[in-house]
Protein backbone atom coordinates (compact mmCIF):
# COMPACT_ATOMS: atom_id res chain seq x y z
CA UNK A 1 0.00 0.00 0.00
CA UNK A 2 2.42 2.33 -1.02
CA UNK A 3 0.95 4.76 -3.11
CA UNK A 4 -2.36 4.85 -0.70
CA UNK A 5 -4.58 3.68 -3.34
CA UNK A 6 -5.46 0.40 -1.57
CA UNK A 7 -5.97 2.55 2.01
CA UNK A 8 -8.15 4.79 -0.43
CA UNK A 9 -10.06 1.92 -1.79
CA UNK A 10 -10.54 0.26 1.68
CA UNK A 11 -11.31 3.25 3.33
CA UNK A 12 -13.83 3.93 0.81
CA UNK A 13 -15.35 0.85 1.08
CA UNK A 14 -16.63 1.63 4.58
CA UNK A 15 -19.26 3.91 3.98
CA UNK A 16 -21.45 1.76 3.28
CA UNK A 17 -21.31 -0.32 6.57
CA UNK A 18 -23.85 1.24 8.63
CA UNK A 19 -23.33 0.31 12.04
CA UNK A 20 -21.27 -3.37 11.54
CA UNK A 21 -18.53 -4.35 13.22
CA UNK A 22 -15.48 -3.42 10.91
CA UNK A 23 -11.51 -4.84 10.59
CA UNK A 24 -10.96 -1.88 13.36
CA UNK A 25 -7.06 -2.21 13.29
CA UNK A 26 -6.88 -2.24 9.66
CA UNK A 27 -8.98 0.66 9.17
CA UNK A 28 -6.95 2.23 11.73
CA UNK A 29 -4.05 0.92 9.70
CA UNK A 30 -5.28 2.48 6.29
CA UNK A 31 -5.53 5.84 8.23
CA UNK A 32 -2.25 5.60 9.38
CA UNK A 33 -0.85 5.05 6.39
CA UNK A 34 -1.82 8.63 4.58
CA UNK A 35 0.85 9.86 7.06
CA UNK A 36 3.47 7.54 6.14
CA UNK A 37 3.67 7.18 2.77
CA UNK A 38 5.86 4.63 1.16
CA UNK A 39 5.57 2.49 4.53
CA UNK A 40 3.77 -1.07 3.98
CA UNK A 41 1.40 -2.61 6.28
CA UNK A 42 2.91 -6.71 5.97
CA UNK A 43 4.65 -6.03 9.86
CA UNK A 44 1.83 -4.17 11.43
CA UNK A 45 -0.39 -7.42 10.27
CA UNK A 46 1.93 -9.29 11.58
CA UNK A 47 2.54 -7.94 14.91
CA UNK A 48 -1.91 -7.97 14.81
CA UNK A 49 -1.96 -11.64 14.18
CA UNK A 50 0.64 -11.83 17.23
CA UNK A 51 -1.29 -10.51 19.80
CA UNK A 52 -4.35 -12.67 18.45
CA UNK A 53 -1.84 -15.74 18.91
CA UNK A 54 -0.60 -14.49 22.42
CA UNK A 55 -4.01 -14.19 23.80
CA UNK A 56 -5.53 -17.56 22.44
CA UNK A 57 -2.01 -19.62 24.12
CA UNK A 58 -3.15 -17.78 27.46
CA UNK A 59 -6.97 -17.80 27.48
CA UNK A 60 -8.19 -21.42 27.40
CA UNK A 61 -6.93 -21.84 31.35
CA UNK A 62 -7.82 -18.78 32.70
CA UNK A 63 -11.19 -17.44 30.92
CA UNK A 64 -13.55 -19.13 33.60
CA UNK A 65 -15.65 -16.07 34.33
CA UNK A 66 -15.15 -12.47 33.00
CA UNK A 67 -12.28 -11.61 35.21
CA UNK A 68 -9.94 -13.83 34.25
CA UNK A 69 -10.66 -13.24 30.56
CA UNK A 70 -9.93 -9.33 31.55
CA UNK A 71 -6.95 -10.49 33.52
CA UNK A 72 -5.45 -12.30 30.40
CA UNK A 73 -6.16 -9.60 28.08
CA UNK A 74 -4.47 -7.02 30.19
CA UNK A 75 -1.69 -9.29 30.88
CA UNK A 76 -0.88 -9.77 27.03
CA UNK A 77 -1.22 -6.67 26.10
CA UNK A 78 0.43 -4.11 29.04
CA UNK A 79 2.49 -6.78 30.62
CA UNK A 80 3.54 -9.32 27.17
CA UNK A 81 3.62 -6.51 24.86
CA UNK A 82 3.81 -3.32 26.80
CA UNK A 83 1.46 -1.41 25.92
CA UNK A 84 0.69 1.90 27.72
CA UNK A 85 -0.75 5.15 27.49
CA UNK A 86 1.93 8.19 26.44
CA UNK A 87 1.61 10.27 29.99
CA UNK A 88 4.68 12.26 29.23
CA UNK A 89 4.17 13.11 24.96
CA UNK A 90 0.36 12.95 25.50
CA UNK A 91 -0.79 15.58 22.77
CA UNK A 92 2.10 14.31 20.16
CA UNK A 93 0.36 13.19 17.07
CA UNK A 94 2.10 9.43 16.69
CA UNK A 95 0.09 8.64 19.52
CA UNK A 96 -3.19 8.83 17.27
CA UNK A 97 -1.07 6.81 14.44
CA UNK A 98 -2.02 2.68 14.89
CA UNK A 99 1.71 2.36 13.40
CA UNK A 100 3.46 4.29 15.07
CA UNK A 101 1.76 3.18 18.56
CA UNK A 102 2.33 -0.49 17.65
CA UNK A 103 6.40 0.80 17.15
CA UNK A 104 6.38 2.28 19.86
CA UNK A 105 4.16 0.85 22.20
CA UNK A 106 2.50 3.89 23.17
CA UNK A 107 -0.35 5.74 22.39
CA UNK A 108 -3.73 7.67 23.34
CA UNK A 109 -6.16 5.97 25.14
CA UNK A 110 -8.61 5.52 21.51
CA UNK A 111 -5.39 4.26 19.93
CA UNK A 112 -4.82 1.35 22.54
CA UNK A 113 -8.42 0.41 23.17
CA UNK A 114 -8.67 -0.74 18.84
CA UNK A 115 -5.74 -2.88 19.73
CA UNK A 116 -7.79 -4.33 22.48
CA UNK A 117 -10.84 -4.52 20.30
CA UNK A 118 -8.82 -6.35 18.10
CA UNK A 119 -7.43 -8.86 20.42
CA UNK A 120 -10.71 -9.57 22.29
CA UNK A 121 -12.55 -9.95 19.20
CA UNK A 122 -9.82 -12.32 18.13
CA UNK A 123 -10.74 -14.54 20.75
CA UNK A 124 -14.91 -14.46 20.07
CA UNK A 125 -15.38 -11.91 22.74
CA UNK A 126 -17.65 -9.41 22.41
CA UNK A 127 -15.80 -6.14 22.70
CA UNK A 128 -17.12 -2.48 21.68
CA UNK A 129 -15.98 0.86 22.69
CA UNK A 130 -18.05 3.34 25.06
CA UNK A 131 -19.55 6.61 24.73
CA UNK A 132 -17.66 7.85 27.98
CA UNK A 133 -16.48 11.38 27.63
CA UNK A 134 -13.11 12.19 27.28
CA UNK A 135 -11.34 9.16 28.01
CA UNK A 136 -11.89 6.25 25.51
CA UNK A 137 -12.95 3.06 27.21
CA UNK A 138 -14.11 -0.37 26.48
CA UNK A 139 -16.47 -2.63 27.45
CA UNK A 140 -15.22 -6.69 26.97
CA UNK A 141 -17.70 -9.40 27.17
CA UNK A 142 -17.16 -13.02 27.51
CA UNK A 143 -17.83 -16.20 29.59
CA UNK A 144 -21.41 -14.93 30.56
CA UNK A 145 -19.90 -11.77 32.14
CA UNK A 146 -19.05 -7.63 31.39
CA UNK A 147 -16.39 -5.72 32.21
CA UNK A 148 -15.15 -2.12 31.23
CA UNK A 149 -11.78 -1.52 30.62
CA UNK A 150 -9.40 1.33 30.46
CA UNK A 151 -6.62 0.32 28.10
CA UNK A 152 -4.86 3.45 29.22
CA UNK A 153 -4.18 1.98 31.83
CA UNK A 154 -2.62 -1.13 31.50
CA UNK A 155 -6.23 -2.75 30.61
CA UNK A 156 -7.21 -1.90 34.27
CA UNK A 157 -11.26 -3.07 35.37
CA UNK A 158 -13.19 -0.14 36.33
CA UNK A 159 -15.93 -0.02 38.70
CA UNK A 160 -18.29 2.42 39.18
CA UNK A 161 -16.05 3.95 41.68
CA UNK A 162 -13.57 3.87 39.52
CA UNK A 163 -15.91 5.62 36.28
CA UNK A 164 -16.90 8.52 38.78
CA UNK A 165 -13.58 9.10 40.09
CA UNK A 166 -12.36 9.37 36.50
CA UNK A 167 -15.53 11.82 35.36
CA UNK A 168 -14.96 14.10 37.89
CA UNK A 169 -11.43 14.54 37.27
CA UNK A 170 -11.89 15.41 33.62
CA UNK A 171 -15.62 16.94 34.32
CA UNK A 172 -15.39 18.35 37.69
CA UNK A 173 -16.92 17.00 40.83
CA UNK A 174 -20.40 17.92 39.86
CA UNK A 175 -20.57 15.68 37.33
CA UNK A 176 -22.25 12.57 37.66
CA UNK A 177 -22.55 9.51 35.86
CA UNK A 178 -25.69 9.11 33.26
CA UNK A 179 -26.96 6.22 31.24
CA UNK A 180 -25.65 7.11 28.18
CA UNK A 181 -21.51 6.97 29.22
CA UNK A 182 -22.44 2.84 28.68
CA UNK A 183 -24.03 2.85 25.66
CA UNK A 184 -21.42 1.35 23.11
CA UNK A 185 -20.52 3.29 19.88
CA UNK A 186 -19.74 1.77 16.67
CA UNK A 187 -16.63 1.25 15.35
CA UNK A 188 -17.15 3.60 12.46
CA UNK A 189 -17.59 6.12 15.72
CA UNK A 190 -14.17 4.72 16.78
CA UNK A 191 -12.46 5.48 13.62
CA UNK A 192 -13.86 9.48 13.86
CA UNK A 193 -12.77 9.53 17.29
CA UNK A 194 -9.31 8.39 16.68
CA UNK A 195 -8.83 10.84 13.85
CA UNK A 196 -10.80 13.94 15.67
CA UNK A 197 -7.55 13.57 17.61
CA UNK A 198 -5.32 14.64 15.07
CA UNK A 199 -7.56 16.69 13.52
CA UNK A 200 -8.13 18.95 16.85
CA UNK A 201 -4.31 19.44 17.21
CA UNK A 202 -4.00 20.36 13.69
CA UNK A 203 -6.26 23.18 14.11
CA UNK A 204 -4.90 24.10 17.29
CA UNK A 205 -1.45 24.89 15.75
CA UNK A 206 -2.62 26.79 12.42
CA UNK A 207 -2.28 23.41 10.39
CA UNK A 208 -5.08 23.91 8.36
CA UNK A 209 -3.95 21.78 5.40
CA UNK A 210 -3.14 19.04 7.37
CA UNK A 211 -6.42 19.26 9.12
CA UNK A 212 -7.99 19.27 5.48
CA UNK A 213 -6.11 16.09 4.59
CA UNK A 214 -7.81 14.61 8.24
CA UNK A 215 -11.28 15.80 7.37
CA UNK A 216 -10.79 14.06 3.38
CA UNK A 217 -9.57 10.73 5.10
CA UNK A 218 -12.59 11.09 7.94
CA UNK A 219 -15.48 11.72 4.58
CA UNK A 220 -14.05 8.53 2.94
CA UNK A 221 -15.52 6.11 5.48
CA UNK A 222 -18.17 8.08 7.30
CA UNK A 223 -19.75 10.82 4.14
CA UNK A 224 -22.71 11.58 6.02
CA UNK A 225 -20.98 12.53 9.29
CA UNK A 226 -22.85 16.22 9.22
CA UNK A 227 -20.53 17.82 11.03
CA UNK A 228 -17.61 17.28 9.24
CA UNK A 229 -19.13 18.93 6.35
CA UNK A 230 -18.91 22.00 8.19
CA UNK A 231 -15.60 21.89 9.58
CA UNK A 232 -14.24 20.92 5.94
CA UNK A 233 -15.87 24.30 5.28
CA UNK A 234 -14.36 26.29 8.01
CA UNK A 235 -11.12 25.16 7.21
CA UNK A 236 -11.43 25.78 3.26
CA UNK A 237 -12.46 29.42 4.44
CA UNK A 238 -9.33 29.51 6.63
CA UNK A 239 -7.17 28.54 3.49
CA UNK A 240 -9.65 31.31 1.25
CA UNK A 241 -10.56 28.48 -0.74
CA UNK A 242 -14.36 29.90 -0.94
CA UNK A 243 -15.52 27.80 -3.75
CA UNK A 244 -14.72 24.53 -1.91
CA UNK A 245 -16.17 25.95 1.75
CA UNK A 246 -19.19 26.94 0.18
CA UNK A 247 -19.12 24.13 -1.55
CA UNK A 248 -18.75 21.37 2.03
CA UNK A 249 -21.11 24.71 3.67
CA UNK A 250 -23.87 23.50 1.13
CA UNK A 251 -23.46 19.74 1.87
CA UNK A 252 -23.80 20.52 5.53
CA UNK A 253 -27.28 22.29 4.72
CA UNK A 254 -28.31 19.20 3.02
CA UNK A 255 -27.56 16.36 5.51
CA UNK A 256 -27.99 18.92 9.29
CA UNK A 257 -30.96 17.69 10.91
CA UNK A 258 -31.48 21.14 12.78
CA UNK A 259 -33.17 23.87 11.63
CA UNK A 260 -31.33 26.24 13.88
CA UNK A 261 -28.02 24.49 12.20
CA UNK A 262 -29.50 24.88 8.81
CA UNK A 263 -30.09 28.46 9.54
CA UNK A 264 -26.99 29.36 10.81
CA UNK A 265 -25.32 27.87 8.21
CA UNK A 266 -27.74 29.45 5.13
CA UNK A 267 -26.66 33.07 6.68
CA UNK A 268 -23.22 31.97 6.63
CA UNK A 269 -23.10 31.07 2.94
CA UNK A 270 -24.85 34.24 2.06
CA UNK A 271 -21.79 36.29 3.30
CA UNK A 272 -19.23 34.11 1.80
CA UNK A 273 -21.23 34.07 -1.93
CA UNK A 274 -20.85 37.60 -1.14
CA UNK A 275 -17.42 37.51 -1.00
CA UNK A 276 -17.38 35.88 -4.16
CA UNK A 277 -18.98 38.39 -6.27
Known amino acids: MADGTEAHALLAGLAGAGTAPLDLAGAALALASFDRPGVG ?5 QHLG ?3 DALHGTAAS ?9 GTLSAVMAERFGYRGDDLTYDDMQNANLMRVIERRRGLPVALG ?18 FPGHFLIRLQAAGGRAILDPFNGGRMLEAV ?3 QLLTAIAGQDAGLLPDYYEPVTDKDILLRLQNNILLRAVRQGAFERALSVID ?3 LF ?32 ELAPSS ?10 QAWRGRLN
Open 41 to 45: FGWYR
Open 50 to 52: ELA
Open 62 to 70: RNSDIAGCA
Open 114 to 131: ILYIHAARSQGWRAEGLN
Open 162 to 164: DLR
Open 217 to 219: RML
Open 222 to 253: APDHVPLWREAALVNARLERMGAAIEALERFV
Open 260 to 269: EERHEAAALL
